[in-house]
């Protein structure tokens, strides 16, 4: 009842955003939702969209009817609008271009008229799923082989795992991670595999936040695996050589040792 009475002396307003955040992948443009309930013209108001931190650097601002971005955040210069048409309608979204992943986070925008003012958050989340992981062999290391997984081009930071045929998590070296010019991430982690049963070994790139997952399978030829052993190849070339050499050496030397006993008897 109350409000009702405040309504009539004042052009009370709520600003509404979104209740998910938003999610935009990078590279592309997103709108950011905000509106007034009741759908009264903000046209004549004051838009404000900020980044939500201490000091609310400013993203976007309009007051006296037009666009005032002197003081704009530098990295969206000339990537934000707000919808002119669309502002009659009480719809003060904000229009973001070209998204990067330094855009990530909570904004707020604030609608202010002469006498009233609210404000709404929305949460900007950004996304880059990267390139399909890269396998690599690196070599012959500490009796196996090496291998190398590399991925390009994520956001958020993704998780690296290593595993058998069988979907098991391996044991593998700590990943690292580069940040790239668009400050988007690279991965890499390295493994040292034995000989199994299929040498069959997945490298597996996932982001669980965005819901996103890349995997290359790799298969290693089993002979690699034998060269990676040089004292398997000596114990059996002993085996295949050695043990008769030695059956000949321990039978015909004293057969001929006897043999020349006799004639010299
Ligand atoms: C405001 O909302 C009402 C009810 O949803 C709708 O009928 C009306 O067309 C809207 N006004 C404008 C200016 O969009
Ligand atoms: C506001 O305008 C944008 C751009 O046209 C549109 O995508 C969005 O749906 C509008 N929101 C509302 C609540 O009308």
Redesign the pocket.
Same mark, same amino acid.
């Given at each position: 009842i109350n409000s009702q009475c405040v309504f009539f002396f004042t052009e009370r307003f709520e600003v509404l955003g979104p209740a998910q955040p938003v999610v935009a992948v990078a590279g592309e443009d997103v709108?950011l939702?905000c509106?007034l309930k009741p759908n009264i013209s903000a046209v004549d108001l004051h838009v404000e969209w900020f980044r939500v931190q201490i000091d609310n650097p400013i993203v976007h601002l309009y007051r006296d009817h037009e666009d005032r971005n002197e003081n704009q955040v530098p990295s969206y210069r000339g990537r934000t609008s707000l919808?002119p /048409? /669309?502002l009659k &309608?009480g719809?003060t979204?904000l &229009?973001l271009y070209d998204v990067r992943s330094s855009d990530d986070g909570p904004y707020k925008c604030f609608v202010e008229s002469q006498e009233w003012q609210d404000d709404s958050w929305i949460n900007l989340h950004i996304k880059a799923v990267g390139t399909q992981p890269l396998i690599s062999i690196e070599g012959y290391k500490e009796g196996g082989i090496s291998l190398v997984c590399e991925s390009k081009g994520w956001y958020p930071q993704p998780q690296v795992v290593w595993m058998d045929s069988e979907g098991h998590n391996l044991t593998a070296g700590p990943t690292e991670t580069e940040r790239d010019s668009m400050d988007l991430f690279t991965v890499r982690r390295r493994i040292i595999v034995q000989e199994t049963e299929t040498n069959r070994f997945t490298c597996r790139v996932q982001q669980q936040q965005i819901n996103e997952m890349k995997e290359t399978i790799t298969d290693i030829p089993g002979e690699m695996f034998h060269r990676a052993h040089p004292w398997k190849v000596a114990f059996a070339v002993f085996f295949s050589l050695g043990v008769p050499a030695i059956i000949i050496l321990a039978v015909l030397i004293p057969r001929y040792m006897k043999q020349q006993r006799e004639k010299g008897i």
């Amino acid at each position: 009842i109350n409000s009702q009475c405040v309504f009539f002396f004042t052009e009370r307003f709520e600003v509404l955003g979104p209740a998910q955040p938003v999610v935009a992948v990078a590279g592309e443009d997103v709108v950011l939702p905000c509106y007034l309930k009741p759908n009264i013209s903000a046209v004549d108001l004051h838009v404000e969209w900020f980044r939500v931190q201490i000091d609310n650097p400013i993203v976007h601002l309009y007051r006296d009817h037009e666009d005032r971005n002197e003081n704009q955040v530098p990295s969206y210069r000339g990537r934000t609008s707000l919808f002119p /048409e /669309e502002l009659k &309608k009480g719809n003060t979204s904000l &229009k973001l271009y070209d998204v990067r992943s330094s855009d990530d986070g909570p904004y707020k925008c604030f609608v202010e008229s002469q006498e009233w003012q609210d404000d709404s958050w929305i949460n900007l989340h950004i996304k880059a799923v990267g390139t399909q992981p890269l396998i690599s062999i690196e070599g012959y290391k500490e009796g196996g082989i090496s291998l190398v997984c590399e991925s390009k081009g994520w956001y958020p930071q993704p998780q690296v795992v290593w595993m058998d045929s069988e979907g098991h998590n391996l044991t593998a070296g700590p990943t690292e991670t580069e940040r790239d010019s668009m400050d988007l991430f690279t991965v890499r982690r390295r493994i040292i595999v034995q000989e199994t049963e299929t040498n069959r070994f997945t490298c597996r790139v996932q982001q669980q936040q965005i819901n996103e997952m890349k995997e290359t399978i790799t298969d290693i030829p089993g002979e690699m695996f034998h060269r990676a052993h040089p004292w398997k190849v000596a114990f059996a070339v002993f085996f295949s050589l050695g043990v008769p050499a030695i059956i000949i050496l321990a039978v015909l030397i004293p057969r001929y040792m006897k043999q020349q006993r006799e004639k010299g008897i």
